[in-house]
């Protein structure tokens, strides 16, 4: 029966703690155990949580380890400022800060426990981080480091060096016992492999202490010894095997990943063509309406202009006939007036002969406006002409026959030969004529 041992959420600080404005250095105390090689995979994040996120999720996936350890190497805010106010104001931003970094440690502890590891957190400050880390694989004897060869948005598939500053300064500095992975954005750049001196040194001084004390197994421990050997070379061996498999696993799957990448790609121009190719043909398909619609509106637009022109022709003929219309009513309008004198005329006529009539005198001459201007007789049949004068019907019409166009009075030319009977002077004259005969 297995036991799970919980996950260790234990915080050392490692370096110089920067407090109110004061520097105070707490020693770490290292025990005999740690000394020794540890076999714990300790991982550095940093404060993006995404970068940090996937290089411990690759250690937990493919270092094997059994236990890992969370570093978090803080550099504090340099605030210098005089003054009471100014120090609180940096002892809180102090505070923000490392609250902020335990935070973001609780958060890479709980993706431990989801994939069922042991694992505890290291919190340290210092001025610089790769200093910091230097300090932990010294004190500590890390034999296993996992970090960032440099940040995740920098990731391109044909990455095979470090781009990080730190991570090349790590890499230079560390310690050969060190093996460590640099990853990006979930995958392996490049390994530093360890030499393995101490194991060896180990072996040899077990083996030198063994020959003084047993100087009568001399052979034996010989042959012991470069057992021993022979299993390191081995267990190297294979430990270099499993990274090259490990390695080729990854490259494996790099590929399938660009073609599938290229694949997508090649499904995306051919959908970009079969769209471009359709917005083409709705185009040529918009430009056609576009130009038969233009050909419908030209069309229309001649047949509106000739319409417009025969409009403005009616128009012209209608303002003609307009205009005489006017000028014939103008002239009714004069004859009307001239009939409504006539009539006045007519009537003191009248009342005059009725005068006479009452007169003992019989002897009446007729009126000379009963007499017609070209027979000089009296009239029987009396008609107005477009001069306003009055004739005998038969004596005008005669005079118009012979060729006239002219007045009989006025010898001016007649806008019209026209006749308009005057039945007013008619009953006038007929009535005369009756009184005159009894």
């Known amino acids: 029966m297995t036991l799970k041992i919980p996950i260790q959420e234990t915080v050392k600080l490692v370096g110089s703690l920067r407090l109110c404005g004061s520097d105070r250095s707490e020693p770490v105390v290292v025990s005999k155990t740690e000394m020794v090689m540890d076999e714990k995979v300790y991982v550095a994040v940093v404060a993006r949580d995404l970068e940090s996120k996937s290089s411990l999720v690759w250690a937990i996936q493919n270092t094997r380890g059994r236990e890992f350890c969370i570093v978090y190497v803080h550099q504090p805010m340099n605030i210098s400022a005089p003054g009471e106010m100014f120090h609180e104001q940096k002892l809180r931003l102090y505070r923000k800060e490392k609250e902020k970094a335990h935070n973001s440690l609780d958060k890479y502890l709980n993706i431990c426990r989801q994939m069922h590891v042991n694992a505890e957190k290291i919190y340290m400050e210092m001025d610089s981080v790769e200093e910091g880390i230097l300090q932990l694989i010294s004190q500590r004897g890390v034999k296993k480091l996992v970090m960032g060869a440099a940040a995740d948005r920098n990731y391109t598939m044909s990455m095979r060096d470090l781009q990080s500053k730190k991570a090349i300064y790590i890499s230079r500095e560390a310690p050969d016992t060190c093996h460590i992975w640099f990853t990006c954005n979930g995958y392996l750049i490049c390994t530093r492999e360890a030499t393995r001196r101490d194991n060896l040194n180990v072996e040899g001084t077990s083996s030198s202490s063994l020959a003084q004390s047993e100087i009568n197994k001399g052979t034996e421990s010989v042959a012991s010894s470069s057992m021993?050997?022979?299993?390191?070379q081995i267990q190297v061996a294979l430990i270099e095997a499993a990274t090259s498999n490990r390695e080729t696993r990854l490259e494996v799957s790099k590929r399938k990943e660009a073609e599938r990448a290229a694949s997508d790609a090649i499904k995306r121009a051919k959908e970009s063509e079969n769209l471009y190719l359709n917005e083409l043909k709705r185009r040529k398909e918009i430009e056609k309406s576009l130009k038969e619609a233009n050909e419908e509106m030209e069309k229309m637009r001649s047949e509106g202009e000739a319409r417009v022109a025969e409009s403005n022709m009616v128009i012209t003929n209608l303002q003609g006939k307009y205009s005489l219309s006017m000028k014939v009513l103008r002239r009714l309008r004069d004859e009307q007036e001239e009939l409504k004198r006539e009539i006045s005329e007519v009537s003191k006529l009248k009342s005059k002969r009725e005068e006479e009539e009452a007169?003992?005198?019989?002897?009446?001459?007729?009126?000379?406006?009963?007499?017609?201007?070209?027979?000089?007789?009296?009239?029987?049949?009396?008609?107005?002409?477009?001069?306003?004068?009055?004739?005998?019907?038969?004596?005008?019409?005669?005079?118009f026959n012979r060729g006239h166009e002219t007045s009989p009075m006025t010898n001016k030319r007649l806008p019209h030969t026209s006749l308009v009977p005057n039945l007013a002077l008619r009953s006038a004259i007929q009535e005369w004529l009756q009184a005159s005969s009894s």
């Open 228 to 232: 021993a050997k022979d299993d390191v």
């Open 359 to 399: 007169s003992p005198s019989k002897d009446l001459e007729p009126p000379q406006y009963f007499i017609c201007p070209i027979t000089q007789e009296v009239m029987e049949d009396p008609y107005v002409a477009a001069d306003g004068f009055t004739y005998e019907g038969e004596a005008i019409r005669g005079w």
